[in-house]
T-cell receptor
């Protein structure tokens, strides 16, 4: 699975948009980009994922560049409850030559702190 | 909606004791996973299962065993607890299609003293 690079920390004012970047320059054509977050002491929470098109759901938007080498997670109106560690993960689908079916590799992520 | 349920939430063991961490999901998912997360670190895969009766090792399987007798349940067994196994353990499950996301339980916090 491709390696990802994220800034270690970011700040955002409550009510403003939080834009979290992720670089995945070695991504291959069959790898998806996933975003999860982990609020202190809780299990990772799935946010959104995409292959090459921009995606939006009730939680966030995912913008993937045309060359797919980077992406941005957008929380449109950040709240204090969005303070968490955000993980960008790139992985192939299950059975695509890997030995761990759909294993998620969590890096260090970005600590997002939303301020009042 | 229950999703993925893990029990117990907290446990303290003495060195050499054994225990089973329970994980159950009600989404009829074939794929299930056990991860551990040490303080300040990312998750590491211990074991996974692609369906009832089929399990395989992940990155850090030593000291653990699993079984998958039903689709719903995927228990993780520690036979001889060691201090190095002090961690937070997360169970996850995923649907059939390869691009579907994994859904996690709330974790079991285990301390070995």
């Amino acid at each position: 699975d491709a390696k990802t690079t994220q800034p270690p920390s970011m700040d955002c004012a409550e009510g403003r948009a939080a834009n979290l970047p992720c670089n995945h320059s070695t991504i291959s054509g069959n790898e998806y980009v996933y975003w999860y977050r982990q609020i202190h002491s809780q299990g990772p929470q799935y946010i959104i994922h995409g292959l090459k098109n921009n995606e939006t759901n009730e939680m966030a938007s995912l913008i993937i560049t045309e060359d797919r080498k980077s992406s941005t997670l957008i929380l449109p109106h950040a709240t204090l409850r969005d303070t968490a560690v955000y993980y960008c993960i790139v992985r192939v689908g299950a059975g695509a030559g890997g030995t761990s079916y759909g294993k998620l590799t969590f890096g260090q992520g970005t600590i997002l702190t939303v301020h009042p | 909606n229950a999703g993925v349920t893990q029990t117990p939430k907290f446990r303290i063991l003495k060195i050499g004791q054994s225990m089973t961490l329970q994980c159950a999901q009600d989404m009829n998912h074939n794929y299930m996973y056990w991860y551990r997360q040490d303080p300040g670190m990312g998750l590491k895969l211990i074991y996974y299962s692609v369906g009832a009766g089929i399990t395989d090792k992940g990155e850090v399987p030593n000291g653990y065993n699993v079984s998958r007798s039903t689709t719903e349940d995927f228990p993780l067994r520690l036979e001889l607890a060691a201090p190095s196994q002090t961690s937070v353990y997360f169970c996850a499950s995923r649907g059939e299609y390869s691009n579907q996301p994994q859904h996690f339980g709330d974790g079991t916090r285990l301390s070995i003293l």
